[in-house]
């Protein structure tokens, strides 16, 4: 009879150890599960940053894109109204020296008829 409640003892101390691991175990567990949510939160809030970083990176560049291209069709304009220009120049910088050259002739030619003038005066006088 001592055999079996020594027995029967063991079982339920058995019985006991075992289900104080089961206990330790689903702690163990719920304790993983639960860092294992709160770094795959923290994951999912990582990718999410990331996305929108990489949003407002992307609309940075193609308004950078637009800008670069209004500038550039602006350059185009600018050197198109430049060649334009210059074509309108060349030809009026010609007449220009041209109308320079004949009004240094003439006003050689009035000083000129002045002093004649001058002379005239001179001798009419006396």
């Known amino acids: 009879m001592l055999r079996s409640?020594?027995?029967?003892?063991?079982?339920?101390?058995?019985?006991?150890?075992?289900?104080?691991q089961l206990r330790t175990l689903k702690e163990t567990t719920a304790d993983s599960n639960s860092a294992a949510m709160a770094a795959h939160s923290h994951c999912q809030a990582r990718h999410v940053a990331?996305?929108?970083?990489l949003a407002r990176h992307l609309y940075r560049q193609r308004l950078l894109g637009r800008s670069l291209h209004a500038l550039s069709l602006h350059g185009v304009r600018r050197?198109?109204?430049l060649a334009m220009l210059?074509?309108?120049v060349?030809?009026?910088q010609l007449k220009h020296?041209?109308?320079s050259a004949g009004m240094e002739r003439v006003?050689?030619?009035?000083e000129e008829v002045r002093r004649e003038k001058d002379e005239l005066s001179l001798i009419h006088i006396s």
Request: net charge negative; glycine share 8%.
């Open 5 to 20: 409640l020594v027995g029967s003892e063991m079982c339920i101390r058995d019985r006991q150890e075992s289900e104080q």
């Open 50 to 53: 990331a996305k929108q970083k």
């Open 79 to 81: 050197n198109q109204e």
């Open 86 to 88: 210059t074509q309108v």
């Open 90 to 92: 060349g030809p009026l």
């Open 97 to 99: 020296d041209q109308l």
């Open 107 to 110: 006003v050689g030619e009035l």
